[in-house]
């Protein structure tokens, strides 16, 4: 019976091998999540961020090419410590097969983004994104700076541009800091 037990709470438990940046559930505010799309610079894709009835945060919309657009992102303003020795952030994600990105800010104030692309299966995974790899992108390209380098960071956000009129589907978990 306590096999059983320690079974059960390391299947409902999976997270628990590092810090937890954000975790969704049925409690979750999503309001703290800012929807930021090419609206920005005259594009018409739209996105929403909501729970699903499971308490997944579901990032979903439609990425519209027109007007020069072709982008969907949802980002939350967090700070958190980044310890000093090497670090992983593992998404626990559910896509739709498409490409996504996962971006970081070390600082709200600055204009470039470090980025991350990941794929998605359809299925629930976890992908782990080595934070060294993250690389400093303004508008879409690409800069010829370091990788991020920072103590901590003050922004993450998910991000869909694969250049190509689209609706998508990310369902999220958790987020986690190793």
């Known amino acids: 019976m306590k096999y059983t037990l320690l079974l059960l709470m390391m299947f409902v438990y999976p997270i628990s091998d590092g810090k937890v940046i954000y975790k969704f559930s049925a409690q979750s505010n999503t309001k703290a999540w800012r929807i930021v799309?090419?609206?920005?610079?005259?594009?018409?894709?739209?996105?929403?961020?909501?729970?699903?009835p499971d308490g997944h945060g579901k990032f979903a919309g439609h990425v519209s090419l027109a007007n020069y657009g072709g982008f969907a992102s949802v980002q939350l303003n967090t700070r958190v410590e980044l310890p000093s020795k090497k670090s992983v952030i593992v998404l626990r994600v559910k896509g739709d097969g498409k490409n996504y990105e996962f971006r970081l800010k070390g600082q709200l104030g600055q204009a470039e983004s470090y980025v991350h692309a990941f794929g998605t299966s359809g299925a629930w995974e976890e992908i782990k994104l080595e934070i060294g790899d993250f690389y400093p992108q303004f508008r879409g390209r690409k800069l010829n700076s370091p990788n991020f380098n920072f103590s901590n960071m003050e922004q993450m956000s998910f991000l869909i541009a694969n250049k190509r009129e689209e609706d998508f589907e990310l369902l999220i978990d958790w987020i986690r800091l190793e």
């Open 37 to 52: 799309n090419d609206g920005v610079m005259g594009g018409i894709s739209s996105s929403a961020l909501t729970l699903t």
